[in-house]
């Protein structure tokens, strides 16, 4: 089956702009994960979805970070305002649930220039 | 705050030896531990977890330690080879999934 996708696989946008960066969890994962990776360091947790609702959003470095999975499927990452800071890898992960192992996409490589 | 840390950067072995990468955590009280592989342009793969009502699980030529009261695990590599090299990450959790830096490993043939 399908694992994790994430598109766009590169952006590059200037600094100021809006992005919306999406991810396609494996079909029948209730947990949804999102974090973000710059070179030469482990992934940073920015948020976690069970279903719909964002169980723990305490990554979220400030408000210009926000993120949705309105159906419990598909989520999407939005950056308002973005700074050349937020350039980094953003990695999405997907699970069957609590304590269950990650399956992770490629992640989306923003860059802000 | 909490941490989590992986002894080192990088770490070279020849090929056939053993490979030992380290995690140590503080303020934290993880019920699992998990331990990923990343190479280069992907996101992890998941390789190991490891409860923390466990002391050591094993998978083919993989090897993981858990000791809580150290703080700390262990993951092995046996018979070593160039197809080995990587960075692997642990990461911890209760509810959520936290991860160390990782460690680059190089298996010289």
């Known amino acids: 089956g399908a694992g994790v996708s994430q598109t766009p696989s590169n952006k590059v946008t200037e600094k100021g702009k809006y992005v919306e960066l999406r991810c396609d969890p494996i079909?029948?994962?209730?947990?949804l994960y999102w974090y973000r990776q710059s070179l030469g360091q482990g992934p940073e947790f920015l948020i976690y979805?069970?279903?719909?609702?964002?169980?723990?959003d305490s990554g979220l470095p400030n408000d210009r970070f926000f993120a949705v999975r309105p159906e419990g499927s598909v989520s999407t990452l939005k950056i308002q305002r973005t700074e050349r800071g937020d350039s980094a890898v953003y990695l999405c992960?997907?699970?069957?649930?609590?304590?269950?192992?990650?399956?992770f996409g490629n992640g989306t490589r923003l860059t802000v220039t | 705050s909490q941490k989590i840390e992986q002894n080192s950067e990088a770490l070279n072995i020849q090929e056939g030896k053993t490979a030992t990468l380290t995690c140590n955590y503080t303020?934290?009280?993880?019920?699992?531990l998990q331990w990923y592989r990343q190479d280069p342009g992907r996101g992890p793969v998941f390789l190991l977890l490891i409860r923390e009502n466990e002391k050591e699980k094993r998978k083919e030529r993989l090897k993981v330690t858990f000791d809580t009261t150290l703080k700390q695990s262990l993951f092995h590599i046996t018979a070593s080879q160039p197809a080995d090299s990587a960075t692997y990450l642990c990461?911890?959790?209760?509810?959520?999934?936290?991860f160390g830096a990782g460690t680059r490993l190089t298996v010289k043939p």
């Open positions: 303020n934290y009280s993880p019920a699992y």
């Open positions: 992960a997907s699970s069957t649930g609590l304590r269950s192992p990650l399956h």
């Open positions: 990461a911890l959790g209760s509810n959520d999934m936290r």
């Open positions: 079909s029948g994962h209730t947990a």
């Open positions: 979805f069970q279903g719909t609702g964002a169980a723990d």
